[in-house]
C-alpha cells in the first residue's frame, strides 16, 4: 500500500521527504510509557522515546528486562552454598574466588546483553565471625563472567581494614553495570562472582597470606539483565 506514492516498494510505503506516521495510541496521553514533556519546557516535539518491536511484530515504548528482581532479594545467603568464602592464611597467591549465583540465558541471534547488579557482603576474620583487628587492608571485589570468555564484566570493589576486636562489622555493598557481547545464537551461563584478596604475611615463614571469611549476598541483593 503506497501513501503519496503509486509505486510503493515495501507493504507500506510513505512516500515524501517528509512523510510521517502518528501513533495514537503511543502518545504520552494514551501510554505511560511515554515521559510527555519530560524537560518542562512546554515543547513535545524535543521529548523522544525509544520505539521497540515485541515478539509479534508489535510497537511498543516497553522494554522488557530478560531477568529484572522486582525488588526481591536475588541471591539468599543461606541457601547458597558458595555464597561464603574463606582465604587461608596458607594461600600462595592471596586471592580467592567464589561463585555466588548464575543465570542462564538463551538467544537466537547475536545479542548485547545489559547487567547491572548490587551484591552485599560481609568481613571477618575467620569463620566464627571474628573480627579483623590487624590492621592489614583486604579487597573484596565482584564481577561478572560469561561461559566460554575469560574476561571479567562490571568489576566493582572495596577496600577494608580495622585495627580493634571493637570495631563495628557491618554489611557493604559493591555495585556495577556492564554490556556483554552474546556472539551467536546459544544458551550462555551468567555467573555473578566473589573475590578476596589480601596483602601478604610479613612472616613469610609461617604465613603467605592474611585469613579473611567474607559472606556475601546477606543483604538484600538485586539483579537486572535485559537483551538488545
Known amino acids: 500500500m503506497g501513501i503519496n506514492t503509486d509505486s510503493p516498494r515495501e507493504a507500506l510505503h510513505i512516500a515524501g521527504a517528509t512523510g510521517t506516521m502518528r501513533v495514537e495510541s503511543l502518545d504520552y496521553i494514551n501510554n505511560d510509557q511515554n515521559g510527555g514533556d519530560a524537560n518542562g519546557n512546554g515543547d513535545l516535539a524535543d521529548d523522544t522515546y525509544p520505539l521497540y518491536v515485541d515478539s509479534d511484530g508489535e510497537f511498543t515504548l516497553e522494554l522488557q528486562a530478560s531477568s529484572p528482581t522486582d525488588g526481591s532479594d536475588v541471591f539468599d545467603h543461606t541457601s547458597l552454598p558458595t555464597s561464603s568464602v574463606f582465604l587461608d592464611s596458607r594461600d600462595s597467591n592471596g586471592e580467592v574466588t567464589t561463585t555466588i549465583g548464575t543465570y542462564t540465558i538463551t538467544v537466537n541471534r547475536p545479542a548485547i546483553l545489559e547487567v547491572k547488579y548490587g551484591i552485599s557482603f560481609e568481613v571477618y576474620g575467620s569463620v566464627l565471625g571474628t573480627v579483623l583487628s590487624d590492621k592489614m587492608s583486604r579487597r573484596i571485589e565482584n564481577f561478572v563472567m560469561l561461559s566460554g570468555d575469560s574476561r571479567r564484566y562490571g ?12 570495631s563495628e562489622v557491618g554489611r557493604m555493598y559493591n555495585g556495577s553495570s556492564t554490556y556483554i557481547t552474546l556472539p551467536a545464537a546459544g544458551t550462555y551461563t551468567v555467573s555473578f562472582m566473589g573475590l578476596v584478596s589480601s596483602n601478604m604475611s610479613s612472616d613469610a615463614s609461617t604465613t603467605t597470606s592474611l585469613a579473611t571469611y567474607v559472606e556475601f549476598a546477606t543483604g538484600k541483593d538485586f539483579v537486572f539483565m535485559r537483551l538488545y
Open 155 to 166: 568489576p566493582s570493589s572495596k577496600s577494608y581494614t580495622s585495627r580493634s576486636s571493637n
